[in-house]
Structures are given as structure tokens and as C-alpha cells.
């Protein structure tokens, strides 16, 4: 099996990736420090945050997003779309952000099982195999572990915005 990437811990800029799923879901910039907040109320992310973070690199006011804020609005994702368990205690957010943990949180997010995830990674015109994607998946001090490329991701995105979306 080839490895779908080389780079130790690559990942996706942060704010493409809040970009990408903004656009997937039609969120408004509101809905966005809605669902931050869900993860973590005491972030001090507002309207204007999420505006400068939405902003191309080379335009004025660009703001990097973090890694802390792109858990906490996947994590966010999570509850809004699946629920809040109350009665276990939050798990704290992940302080190494790579694409394996966007591909899980959206994978949880979406309820997506293998099928599905092979599904859009088809409509992306990306087929991976079934060793391939279970190796994303496995725990990174595990042999078989591989860690996910941008281009990966990137096709996810696109195959789940296509699903999202209805678009063919």
C-alpha cells in the first residue's frame, strides 16, 4: 500500500478547511460562533473573528485560524448535528490538529460508515481502498497507520459538500 502522505503531521490551513464546510453546510458567520461555543462557551470567538478567518490569505484582516477554534467548531459540528451527551464528561479538545482528526470528527459529525466515506471519495473522482481508509482511522502509534494527505482531504470535502449538497 502506498502511503497517502510522507510529511509528518501535514494538514490542511485550518481556515480552508472551516471554508470548506462553511460552504458544505450554508453556515452564516453567526451559526459559526454558534457551534464553537456549543464545544467550548468560554472561547472568545465572535462574528468579526469568524469574518477575518473566512478571509483569504493575502486580504486585509486575514486571521489564522486556530487550531484550539477548528476543534472546538468540529466538536461543535458534532453536537449540533448528532447531540450533546450531558452526562459524560467533555473531552478535552485535541492540541495536534492533522487531517486524520478533521476526517474523524467530520466521519462522527456525518454518521458516515465505510461505505459511505468509499462513496464520497468516488463522487470526488478519489477511489481509495479499503486498507487505505482503515489505516486513517487506526491510532498513529499503530504500524499500519497512515497519515492523510491535504489532497485526500481536500477530496473528501469535495465529495461530501457534492453529498451535502445534492449535487452530481
Not at 459511505?116 to 471519495?121: C, G, Q, R, S, T
Not at 491510532?139 to 494527505?149: A, E, S, T, V
Amino acid at each position: 500500500m502506498a502511503p497517502l502522505c510522507t510529511i509528518p503531521w501535514n494538514n490542511m490551513i485550518n481556515n480552508d478547511v472551516l471554508r470548506a464546510i462553511r460552504y458544505m453546510l450554508d453556515l452564516s458567520d453567526g451559526k459559526v460562533v454558534e457551534l464553537i461555543h456549543l464545544a467550548d462557551a468560554g472561547v472568545p470567538v465572535t462574528k468579526e473573528n469568524v469574518q477575518a478567518m473566512l478571509k483569504k490569505d493575502d486580504e486585509a484582516g486575514y486571521v489564522e485560524c486556530s487550531n484550539k477554534q477548528l476543534v472546538l467548531f468540529l466538536d461543535g459540528l458534532v453536537f449540533h448535528l448528532r447531540g450533546k451527551d450531558d452526562t459524560r464528561p467533555p473531552r478535552p479538545p485535541e492540541k495536534r490538529v492533522n487531517n486524520n482528526v478533521v476526517l474523524k470528527k467530520l466521519r462522527v459529525a456525518f454518521e458516515l460508515k465505510d461505505v459511505d466515506m468509499h462513496e464520497i471519495m468516488e463522487a470526488a473522482n478519489f477511489p481509495v481502498t479499503k486498507p487505505e481508509l482503515s489505516a486513517l482511522f487506526r491510532q498513529p502509534d499503530h504500524k499500519n497507520f497512515r497519515l492523510c494527505g491535504d489532497q485526500l482531504l481536500r477530496n473528501f470535502l469535495k465529495g461530501l459538500t457534492m453529498r451535502v449538497r445534492g449535487v452530481s
